[in-house]
């Protein structure tokens, strides 16, 4: 028998409809309230595949609750997250047969697979591009990212938000990916659910040939994703955005280690806590490049911000592990000028995480 969600009581709201928002100067605003859904939701019932159109489930009247809350719903995920209840293997065997050798029944009597494992990780997050998003031919080399799905989506939700009410048809949204890796996820999945178009950029050339691949495999998304080598390590958005080009939103997850040894300890520590015997191995995989760079999360978004002056687009982003790297990045902040920038705390079970906003337009 399915449970229908509850609405929480409304209280007021943050700006972005869910979750916390801070300005530079750590000011938190603890409210909420009733957001109405971003007009871009409105047209993706004529948009997206039968089968995403089972899942999605759009809340009825004029807003959406930031506390909606559903029986077995993953805490912490965006309201329009489609991956909110847990998984239902049987539906994501038939969608993806291979899985079926990954899942087994765990301590608690429930279907699940070994997290831990990285061939159950892309098995698992195949069969949810393909039985939620219609994604054929997604795979990634050995030892590249494998982005866990629902924190992915997350991020896009809060960005539809962040974007608001817009006069323009979805398909004319633009969005810069910086980083967007061997898994293209951000394009994938934006695309599907928002019919935006994206500008993929990377540094590492096997990665960007692994998703034109992907781009390849699936009819239209060649038309709407783009993507950009960058040549320099030291630069973020030279080279990348061309002249006169404008984006609506520009989005990163960001190298967050410092070096190599701390992305080792990093991963000994998830290990440990996992009850496993330690590893070099990560269960989500990654390269040098995708896991760290000099200074961590926190150099790499403070150059982002300073090139982020000369870059035409509505809104800037970036997602920030660490909440020890805030100070820095709000100095960063008020030393280019913006004129807003919210702080967007997210949430995925028991991990915390938040995304950093800014603009140079003054959009009210």
């Known amino acids: ?121 892309r098995a698992i997050n195949r069969a949810l591009l393909i039985h939620h998003y219609g994604i054929q031919g997604w795979d990634i080399p050995q030892r590249y990212l494998c982005p866990p799905i629902p924190g992915r989506a997350d991020y896009l939700h809060y960005l539809a938000d962040l ?94 280690h410092s070096s190599l040894i701390e992305a080792t300890a990093g991963t000994q520590r998830k290990w440990r806590n996992l009850g496993k015997k330690t590893s070099q191995a990560l269960n989500f995989g990654g390269q040098g490049a995708e896991l760290w760079c000099h200074g961590g999360e926190e150099a790499f978004v403070c150059e982002m911000i300073a090139e982020s002056v000369a870059v035409n687009s509505r809104w800037f982003t970036s997602l920030i592990s660490k909440s020890a790297s805030l100070p820095g990045v709000y100095h960063a902040l008020k030393h280019a000028r913006v004129i807003g920038s919210r702080t967007i705390e997210m949430t995925q079970g028991q991990k915390k995480s938040r995304l950093i906003a800014w603009t140079f337009q003054d959009i009210g």
């Open 163 to 256: 974007l608001g009410q817009t006069d323009k048809r979805a398909e004319d949204v633009r969005v810069l990916d910086i980083g967007t890796g061997a898994n293209c996820i951000y394009p994938l999945i934006g695309n599907r659910v928002y019919g935006w178009q994206f500008v993929g950029s990377d540094i590492d050339p096997a990665a960007l040939a692994n998703a034109q691949g992907i781009l390849d495999a699936n009819p239209g998304l060649n038309e709407a994703v783009e993507l950009r080598l960058q040549t320099s390590c030291k630069k973020i958005f030279p080279g990348v955005v061309q002249a006169d080009e404008v984006f609506d939103l520009v989005m990163c997850n960001p190298p967050f």
């Open 1 to 121: 028998m399915k449970i229908k969600p509850k609405l929480a009581t409304p209280e007021r709201a943050a700006p972005n409809g869910h979750g916390k928002v801070s300005t530079p100067e750590n000011k938190t605003r603890h409210a909420r309230s009733l957001t109405p859904v971003p007009p871009l939701m409105k047209q993706l019932a004529n948009r997206l595949s039968p089968q995403v159109g089972k899942s999605l489930v759009i809340p009825k009247g004029e807003g959406y609750c930031s506390s909606l809350r559903k029986f077995h719903v993953k805490a912490g995920l965006h309201p329009r997250n489609l991956h909110r209840n847990r998984y239902d293997f049987k539906r994501l065997i038939t969608a993806s047969p291979q899985l079926a050798s990954f899942v087994s029944v765990n301590a608690y009597g429930d279907e699940s697979i070994d997290f831990t494992n990285p061939l159950a990780v």
